[in-house]
T-cell receptor, first 113, second 110 residues
Framework: DSGVTQTPKHLITATGQRVTLRCSPR?????VYWYQQSLDQGLQFLIH???????AKGNILERFSAQQFPDLHSELNLSSLELGDSALYFC????????????FGSGTRLTVV | GESVGLHLPTLSVQEGDNSIINCAYS??????FIWYKQESGKGPQFIID?????DKRQGQRVTVLLNKTVKHLSLQIAATQPGDSAVYFC?????????FGGGTRLMVKP
């Protein structure tokens, strides 16, 4: 157990729907990062939050949004889902923005049918 | 934009042999590099890191080498075991986030 908790582990939904992925960072970590991993692909950075504030955005679609709450957990919202959104979504946390070590959760596997 | 890349997508080695996984990076401003291991169905797991002021760092059965002149990073695994079978990613930090390479799949033959 890495200490980073992601729920749900698996999610199957239809095109056009909206889903919310949840991440609880490791205790004491203020930074949360979201990554997308498509089949046999590397990890694509989506967005970074530090202590409730957005710090950096990667190649995140406009249909996707995220937030970090006062208790530091984060949610990634995916809307108007398309088949191509099927992927593993990972959350990682670290102590501070710019802190070098990331701890990853076990991911949420999203399947859009 | 600048990115991290890998030379070999798949590496097959005999159990007990040494493995070398390579990575090229292009951002000369990167000052920190990490190797992650990802087993099937799991999230990436930290293996070893190295800062740009070093050229070699050793861990348990793993060594990371950094050649800043040619912007090259390698991961050496000694006495490779079946449990080492996984996808290995290099990552670089040139700011507030890690940029990952495409990954190399290591297959260990018994």
């Amino acid at each position: 157990d890495s200490g980073v908790t992601q729920t749900p582990k698996h999610l199957i939904t239809a095109t056009g729907q909206r889903v919310t992925l949840r991440c609880s960072p490791r205790s004491g970590d203020l930074s949360v990062y979201w990554y997308q991993q498509s089949l046999d692909q590397g990890l694509q950075f989506l967005i970074h939050y530090y202590n409730g504030e957005e710090r950096a955005k990667g190649n995140i679609l406009e249909r996707f949004s995220a937030q970090q709450f006062p208790d530091l957990h984060s949610e990634l919202n995916l809307s108007s889902l398309e088949l191509g959104d099927s992927a593993l979504y990972f959350c990682a946390s670290s102590v501070a923005a710019g802190d070098y070590g990331y701890t990853f959760g076990s991911g949420t596997r999203l399947t859009v049918v | 934009g600048e990115s991290v890349g890998l030379h070999l997508p798949t590496l097959s080695v005999q159990e007990g042999d040494n493995s070398i996984i390579n990575c090229a990076y292009s951002n000369s401003a990167s000052d920190y590099f990490i190797w992650y291991k990802q087993e099937s169905g799991k999230g990436p797991q930290f293996i070893i890191d190295i800062r740009s002021n070093m050229d070699k760092r050793q861990g348990q059965r793993v060594t990371v080498l950094l050649n800043k002149t040619v912007k090259h990073l390698s991961l050496q695994i000694a006495a490779t075991q079946p449990g080492d079978s996984a996808v290995y990613f290099c990552a670089e930090n040139a700011g507030n986030m890690l940029t990952f390479g495409g990954g190399t799949r290591l297959m260990v033959k018994p």
